[in-house]
Every structure is written in C-alpha cells, then in structure tokens.
C-alpha cells in the first residue's frame, strides 16, 4: 500500500511562484516514476510534469519552462516548483505513481494523493 501526501498550495497572485511537494509512504513504497496532475471543476484530469527514476523529465505544453518537476530520494519526496503563475494555473494538483508507459495519460498512474489546491489572483 502507497499513501502520497501532497503540500504546498495557496492562494497567489499572478507572477508569483509555489512549490508543491509530494511525500510517498506505506509498507509497499518504493521508488518510482511519478507525475503531477491538475483538475478544474467539469473537467478532466491534465498532465503537468512527469519524472522517471532516472530523473528524466516530461512536461505539459502548457508549462513552457515555467514548471520545474524534481525529487529528493532521501526525503521519498517529488516536487512541482511553480514559477510565474497564472490565473488560469488555478486549479487542485495531484500526483501519483506511474504504472504505465504513457507519462502523460492519467489512466497510466495509480496512488493518488488527495490533491493541494492552486489558486491565482489576477
């Protein structure tokens, strides 16, 4: 079993930046490839940023070099650092392990955290 906590959203304002944290636990945990996600109310699930074991690194094509996707191996943590923040970034982000070769696909990941929510000001 894999318990993921995410941390780090608030309220914001526009330009301003965030770091959002993913912490992993549980009997069954281990290192793995693991992605952030993101949802805004009647909508699906978006892909945001993916990092393998390997520390290779996916975005969304919405990101263009404003997110940075990283993880500490000691603390069992990945984080979403959130730079320049837009109002239309609001939205509650998830991250969950990846079982599947399709990083971007939300169907490919399993584990989901309970999600931390994003909002942006104007």
């Known amino acids: 079993q894999v318990h993921l906590v995410e941390s780090g959203g608030g309220l914001v304002q526009a330009g301003d930046s965030l770091r959002l944290s993913c912490t992993g636990s549980?009997?069954?945990?281990?290192?793995?490839?693991m992605g952030w996600f993101r949802q805004v109310p009647g909508k699906d699930r978006e892909f945001v940023a993916h990092?393998?074991?390997?520390?290779?690194?996916y975005y969304g094509d919405f990101v263009k070099g404003r997110f940075t996707i990283s993880r500490d191996y000691a603390k069992n943590t990945v984080y979403l650092q959130m730079n320049n923040l837009k109002p239309e970034d609001t939205a509650v982000y998830y991250c969950a392990v990846s079982i599947g070769s399709r990083y971007n696909d939300p169907d490919a990941y399993d584990d989901w955290g309970q999600g931390t929510q994003v909002t942006v000001s104007s």
């Open positions: 549980g009997p069954t945990f281990r290192p793995r490839s």
């Open positions: 990092i393998n074991v390997l520390e290779k690194t």
